[in-house]
């Protein structure tokens, strides 16, 4: 499994932890864990693109 697949999880479950509140402030835990995983997903999502890019050009 992909190291963005298991992210993908985590945000998932973060996400169900979520009681949506009306405001949603950044002093919360569930909104900064969130955040976290996004930027996260981010990131490994570019570097697995470039690396089939990688192995696309090799």
Not at 27 to 42: E, P
């Amino acid at each position: 499994m992909l190291q963005s697949d298991k992210v993908k999880e985590a945000l998932a479950a973060v996400e169900a932890c979520c009681g949506h509140c009306e405001v949603c402030s950044p002093d919360c835990s569930v909104f900064i864990a969130r955040r976290a995983l996004q930027g996260l997903l981010d990131d490994l999502l570019a570097y697995e693109q470039e690396e089939q890019q990688d192995d696309a050009n090799a």
